[in-house]
């Protein structure tokens, strides 16, 4: 799935594979086989992406999760293996998870699981992905990229719904979202959600003839 979306992000900005690769500091060639997943991208390449791009790096591993501003994001190894071993440490507390049980959720061998939780590896993107859907965090959570671990379940549905719709209808439910949003806001301050939420039930089409599809 990352490949196909490095290739998605990178024709939505309309770059060649040269650009991009000149843009990362990486190889025309290397980036050919990131995007026919023949090669995975270290975490630093995987990061400078995001970066560029402005999307979650969880979005590039497959999943659909916030937009956020990766624009002064950068890595420095030291520091991101001594956040990633607090982070994993934190969770597997909070989980009553064993590095023994933990090791036997990912197939990582013991001493490879030992090297994460004292900080002295950087997971490969293989080794990312298996983490983030072994303990159900968000790799952008691991990475200390974002505090929050995973969206909720609401999120879940309407990111659903969203993707099922094309791209114009994305544009007019992006542009209805954030006109929602402030009425919403301004009904719950005002106590009158009760009200607003009836009359937009109201306002919707009795039928799918009507509204956008989805």
Do not use: W
Request: hydrophobic share 35%.
């Amino acid at each position: 799935m990352f490949g196909k979306r490095i290739v998605e992000l990178r024709k939505r900005q309309g770059l060649t594979q040269a650009e991009l690769a000149r843009s990362i500091g990486i190889s025309r060639s290397a980036l050919s086989l990131y995007e026919i997943e023949k090669r995975e991208p270290d975490i630093e390449t995987l990061n400078k992406l995001a970066s560029l791009f402005m999307v979650p790096v969880g979005y590039i591993l497959g999943n659909e999760s916030e937009v956020i501003d990766y624009a002064n994001y950068t890595m420095n190894a030291p520091e991101f293996g001594y956040e990633f071993k607090c982070r994993l440490q934190d969770i597997l507390r909070e989980k009553n998870i064993s590095s023994k049980q933990f090791s036997e959720m990912t197939g990582f061998h013991p001493e490879d699981v030992d090297l994460y939780l004292f900080g002295n590896k950087i997971p490969s993107l293989e080794d990312l992905i298996k983490i983030a859907g072994s303990l159900d965090v968000s790799a952008d959570y691991l990475l200390n990229i974002s505090n929050r671990k995973s969206i909720s379940e609401d999120e879940k549905k309407l990111l659903q719904l969203f993707n099922r719709c094309d791209d114009e209808c994305k544009k007019y439910l992006l542009a209805k979202a954030g006109v929602l949003c402030v009425e919403g806001i301004s009904a719950v301050a005002a106590g009158e959600y009760g009200r607003y939420a009836d009359e937009e039930k109201k306002s919707r089409p009795s039928s799918g003839t009507g509204g956008i599809g989805a």
